[in-house]
């Protein structure tokens, strides 16, 4: 019976470690002091959204490291110098995502055109308005409706003081 049962074991592969990414929802002031979240236009899909992406060999098991250094390869955007972490993660879908408040000398987008068309900073009522991916659509919502779970309260007091503070989850985990 030992046996069978190994011999069955043997030829039924383990099931994977389901992952399937994480990323960063970028928000900065615009001119007039209204709020903007940036939006990528996917080359393939054709619809609008965070910056994101699956794991690699480096980043594997962190979450926030994915967001990080994906964050990076899509935007140009990189953590501490164009953004800081507002608080902890939060989830729409099937991703973390965390809040990435940008510094007010930010450059702007350097998009990675193998994957993305276009780069936009929109109002979260332009948001709702665009072909967005159900992560974006959930956010949107959760934000239009005033849900804490959002997490726009948190980017809005932070933005308004203009001193976000580093997550202490980050520390030390970017590179």
């Not at 959930?138 to 726009?152: D, M, R, Y």
């Not at 309260?153 to 520390?171: D, E, H, K, N, W």
């Amino acid at each position: 019976m030992t046996n069978q049962s190994h011999s069955a074991s043997s030829q039924t592969p383990a099931p994977a470690k389901r992952y399937v990414g994480a990323g960063v929802i970028l928000v900065r002031l615009d001119s007039g002091g209204g709020l903007r979240v940036l939006l990528l236009l996917g080359r393939e899909t054709g619809v609008w959204s965070f910056s994101k992406g699956h794991p690699e060999e480096t980043d594997r098991g962190s979450p926030l490291r994915t967001a990080v250094r994906e964050t990076a390869e899509e935007t140009g955007y990189e953590v501490g110098r164009d953004y800081q972490i507002v608080g902890d993660s939060l989830r729409f879908g099937k991703r973390p995502y965390w809040v990435g408040v940008m510094a007010e000398n930010a450059g702007p987008v350097t998009l990675a055109e193998r994957e993305h068309t276009a780069a936009g900073w929109f109002t979260i009522e332009e948001a709702a308005a665009l072909s967005s991916n159900t992560d974006v659509r959930a956010w949107v919502k959760k934000a239009l409706g005033g849900c804490p779970t959002a997490g726009w309260t948190r980017v809005i007091g932070a933005v308004a003081s203009m001193r976000p503070r580093r997550s202490s989850v980050l520390a030390g985990s970017a590179s």
